[in-house]
């Protein structure tokens, strides 16, 4: 089981894709110009729509949002495309899938939590027309946060723990995660205008979600939590159904970041909402199933020594290298403990998800 996990973005690629045609699914590659991978290969977001004749509900499946997390995502989807039995009871209950495989291609291969312009695809579905969310606690701590060198400086590591010291560990991570649209060079931005990712996906949604009156979305990542264990946040709006509807098919343990019980921040921007804007016509359920992997402190230290890289390019390469293995330890749990728990936990909120979509019609 644990095999359908891929050790870079281009087997993962191919895996999907000839996985994805042997099932006699319909495929589209959607390719990212201008950029190559890390192997100078093509970068592409694919897709494989299995759809049972006549079927009104879609279950969306998405990985590589934040690119490095697609070794995660990438494993749930080609266990699915592997599933004769999940696939059985999808088509039984009417329910449609829709795999958007590496959605942040470019930092997929790249090992990178963002895209080919240090975006951050999960804070870049907003309205730009409109002023954009502030973050007076980034512009706090920037120049702390991502130093002229890495290691950092004893100093640098003090002005961070005095922060975190007066504010608190949350007050810290709600700082640098919660998006930022200032600081081009710096983490978790939101861009000045819409992503290729955001884009494309809208585009997917637009031309396959018409079809559909009832929509459930999961989107996989990976970072935050205890080790291996797959937080549920809801990844909707506020309001009076949606929550609900989505804690009656996964459970009551499903969090709201909005309501302040998730270990995930409040973000602005998240890419599952371009669903409302694309698909205003069908209900829609949304979650995030969020994998644990190491403790909120190092996964943030691994971004600031990616980004410390990403603003200096010419570091050694030996320094490369090891920055880039530990951004890929900090967001893929390579052990085949964390992939079965990976698998395993994906499995359910699938089948929970087929279930509610089957059974909760609109009623």
């Not at 190559?36 to 509900?57: I, Q, S, V």
Request: proline share 6%.
């Amino acid at each position: 089981m644990t095999s359908y996990f891929s050790p870079n973005y281009s087997n993962a690629r191919a895996r999907f894709v000839a996985a994805a045609d042997a099932l006699g699914t319909r495929t589209q590659s959607h390719v990212l110009p201008g950029f190559t991978g890390a192997e100078g290969e093509p970068l592409a977001l694919d897709t494989a729509l299995f759809a049972p004749p006549k079927a009104r509900r879609l279950l969306v499946l998405s990985s590589a949002v934040h690119g490095v997390e697609g070794f995660c995502g990438s494993g749930c989807q080609l266990a699915f495309l592997h599933d004769a039995d999940m696939q059985r009871r999808a088509q039984a209950a009417g329910v449609a899938v829709l795999l958007l495989h590496a959605v942040n291609p470019y930092g997929f291969s790249h090992l990178r939590r963002t895209n080919e312009q240090n975006i951050d695809i999960n804070r870049n579905a907003i309205d730009f027309s409109q002023p954009r969310a502030d973050n007076p606690a980034y512009r706090e701590i920037r120049d702390w946060l991502i130093p002229e060198q890495w290691p950092e400086t004893q100093e640098n590591a003090a002005h961070i723990a005095a922060y975190i010291e007066r504010n608190g560990e949350q007050a810290y991570q709600r700082a640098v995660t919660a998006g930022q649209y200032d600081d081009a060079q710096g983490l978790f931005y939101g861009g000045v205008a819409p992503a290729w990712s955001n884009l494309t996906v809208r585009k997917i949604l637009r031309e396959i979600g018409a079809d559909f009156s009832d929509i459930g979305w999961i989107d996989f990542h990976t970072g935050l939590g205890p080790y291996g264990h797959a937080e549920k946040i809801f990844a909707g709006r506020p309001g009076p159904d949606e929550l609900p509807r989505a804690r009656s098919w996964w459970g009551a343990d499903v969090v709201a970041p909005f309501a302040g019980d998730s270990s995930s921040a409040n973000v602005s921007g998240p890419l599952a909402g371009v669903i409302y804007d694309e698909c205003a016509h069908a209900r829609t359920t949304v979650l995030a199933l969020e994998y644990g992997t190491l403790p909120v402190n190092d996964m943030l230290n691994a971004l600031r020594a990616d980004q410390c890289l990403q603003n200096h390019p010419d570091m050694p390469a030996a320094q490369r290298v090891a920055i880039k293995q530990v951004m890929r330890d900090a967001f893929y749990g390579d052990d085949d403990v964390w992939r079965g728990m990976i698998l395993g936990q994906a499995r359910v909120g699938i089948m929970q998800a087929i279930a509610g979509l089957a059974l909760d019609r609109g009623n």
